[in-house]
């Protein structure tokens, strides 16, 4: 198993003018980024100080800012989602309602760290297991013996689905598009909305904390106007609530606390 | 890791032994031809006596259900051979399912009912009688029905011995297009109207009608109760 | 051609038991792959004990060389793991597992069934094009059924073929598995007063039973039709 590299990538200054898009390939998104900062911080995962974390990663993704590198979306919704915690965490209470939700979603947080550290722990377990071809062989020389009642012919459902895949993409016409992402698109956005809202019951002002952490300005529209969309689609499916108390004010959503069920 | 990364000097000539012929077991065991003394000798240290350490293998497994046995210079295990009545070694091995024939399975299985037509309509080739008669020979594809429509074409669908050996529950366990993107088998460049059935239970669908009974002949077991 | 060809009724109790140990070791040796009882008892006469035979063969074999072992609901013999550094050959063909594969393969271990969206809530990333794929070809990991949720997500679990790669008897042999079960970290929810930030689609219903300890072992009850 690589480690990832404990050392920051620090990119050399891009020249004038140039985006570039900054090789975070070390890291398998931003959740093992933040896992990674707080191993820095030296101390087991329970005493780990939510706040401290957050300001790092952000100062984090400030830096990448000031380069004038793009991170990728992943990195920058939980930046926004970070941003919020930290004003929930440092004014209790700040929000529009009264639950001591800052306490929670740093819990939350807290808790998906070390499910992720668990699982990292697991799979170096696993994979230094004595293994079969390796350490432990089986039968080199098998006779073969019609032990199954079973007919003639083999094939597995993953078999079956892939030639039904395969089968299916060749009648595809292929009209090869290299992907522009410069739009989210409205699954997208509902992704990211649903992520940063999440569980909790608190009015979060999206588009505050999208705007804050969406560099390019071409995409800081395309943003809005997608997470607009999809925050009605969401709405009217009954999982958040939306509210606005001034014309062109900011928006407040929330979810729902029992959705209805789907129809 | 075990008591036998401890070197051989601690132990005694019979644990010695002992050690040795398991090591002579695994080896035997795992190799995919028979072994040479000189292959083997490596694994025993040195001045294992080779060829008694087999000796003594080969009567310990005298009268189990494998024995250890001598090709020429080579030392292998084999099945007994007053075992050999159990080892059919005929042409009843599983042998995997054509590329033609797991997509036409594949097909039947998620756009049923579906007539030959309509296969060979998909996959964009015409499929031979054989690949249908060995489907329904391995108990996987029967005849459901015929379409409504002019000539009545015969409509093919799934059986219950299908969902068996793919263990599934029912033919809704199929997965369908966003899970097969999920898993990586379906690309996510597909045009928006790319689109994949889902498959009708064994109940006849809307424009078929059952099989009469000339159609019937011999396909009689294939056909379940609906 | 030999003793065997003729009926058990002429054996004693003792010599019955004999004969059938005989058969399963011939069996079992001859095979590739695990052997369910199911496909070991025909051979082995009406009424036979299988299990029975099964654990005095695993006793008998117990410290040799190669090894009785169980595989789930399935049996193999296979060399003995103390003797890994000594026959250890080194994966020439296999490339390594990715990170992200092998973490994959672990949260679909630990945490089965599983949907693909509690595994990227896990990791916190989309799961790569083809890691599932990949996971699937190798035969470690399949499509177990469908959660009885809205969208009826399918679920991922692992296969005999996992176990037997990593030299596991049972799920519940998963190194840790208990201690992480009991930290409440192989749950898809928070302790008890806390939210997860999952997507939506992918929160639990109301109407479903949370993943718990139980769940391991019975899971097949899953797939029941909904």
């Known amino acids: 198993m690589t480690e990832p590299s404990t050392g920051w990538l620090v990119p050399e ?125 089986g039968r080199g020389a098998p006779e073969p013996i019609e032990v199954a009642r079973h007919g003639l012919w083999d094939a597995s459902l993953y078999d079956l689905l892939k030639a039904y895949a ?20 409205l699954q997208e956005a509902r992704d990211i909305i649903t992520r940063l809202i999440g569980g909790s019951a608190d009015w979060v002002p999206l588009e505050t904390y999208l705007d804050r952490y969406l560099t390019a300005p071409e995409q800081r529209r395309t943003a809005t106007a997608s997470t607009f969309a999809s925050s009605l689609e969401l709405a009217r499916q009954g999982l958040i609530d939306l509210t606005q108390a001034t014309s062109f004010g900011p928006l407040y959503m929330r979810r729902r606390v029992t959705p209805r069920s789907t129809e | 890791m075990s008591a036998f ?17 398991r090591i002579l077991e695994a080896l ?27 000796a003594e293998l080969r009567h310990r497994y005298r009268s189990r259900g494998v024995n250890l046995v001598r090709r020429g210079d080579r030392w292998a295990f084999r099945t007994a051979e007053d075992l050999g009545f159990l080892l059919r070694r005929d042409e009843t091995e599983t042998r995997p399912l054509s ?5 036409t399975l594949a097909i039947i299985a998620y756009h049923q009912p579906v007539t030959r037509a309509e296969i060979e309509d998909v996959r964009g080739v015409a499929t031979g009688k054989g690949t249908l008669d060995l489907l329904m020979d391995a108990g996987w594809v029967r005849m459901r029905g015929r379409r409504r429509t002019p000539g009545r074409p015969v409509t093919y669908g799934t059986t219950v011995g299908f969902l068996d050996h793919f263990g ?24 928006p109207g ?33």
């Open chain 2, 5 to 21: 990364e401890t070197e051989p000097d601690s132990l005694d000539a019979g644990e010695l032994a002992e050690r040795r012929l």
């Open chain 2, 168 to 191: 599934l529950e029912a033919l809704s366990d199929l997965p369908g297009i966003e899970e097969l993107r999920g898993a990586g088998l379906l690309s996510s460049r597909l045009p």
């Open chain 1, 13 to 137: 200054s891009p020249d004038e003018g140039e985006v570039m898009y900054v090789d975070l390939g070390s890291y398998e998104g931003p959740l093992d980024l933040l896992l990674e900062l707080s191993r820095k911080q030296k101390v087991d995962l329970a005493k780990l100080s939510i706040l401290a974390l957050a300001e790092q990663y952000l100062e984090f993704i400030e830096t990448m800012r000031e380069r004038r590198l793009e991170l990728a979306a992943d990195y920058l919704v939980m930046a926004a989602w970070l941003a919020y915690l930290k004003s929930r965490l440092m004014v209790p209470g700040a929000a529009s309602d009264d639950q001591p939700s800052g306490e929670m979603m740093a819990a939350l947080l807290q808790f998906r760290l070390k499910r992720l550290e668990a699982m990292r722990t697991a799979a170096a377990r696993l994979v230094n297991l004595p293994r079969l071809g390796r350490e432990v062989l």
């Open chain 2, 99 to 103: 590329r033609a024939a797991l997509e």
């Open chain 2, 28 to 54: 035997l065991f795992a190799a995919a031809t028979p072994l040479s003394v000189a292959e083997m000798a490596p694994y025993l240290g040195e001045d294992a006596p080779v060829d008694l350490l087999l």
């Open chain 2, 194 to 226: 790319f689109q994949m059935p889902l498959p009708l239970d064994s109940v006849l669908a809307e424009e078929e009608d059952p099989l009469d009974a000339g159609d019937m002949g011999e396909r009689l077991g294939d056909a379940e109760p609906g």
């Open chain 1, 166 to 185: 395969l089968q299916r993409e060749r009648g595809v016409p292929r009209e090869y598009q290299p992907l522009a992402r410069t739009v989210w698109s």
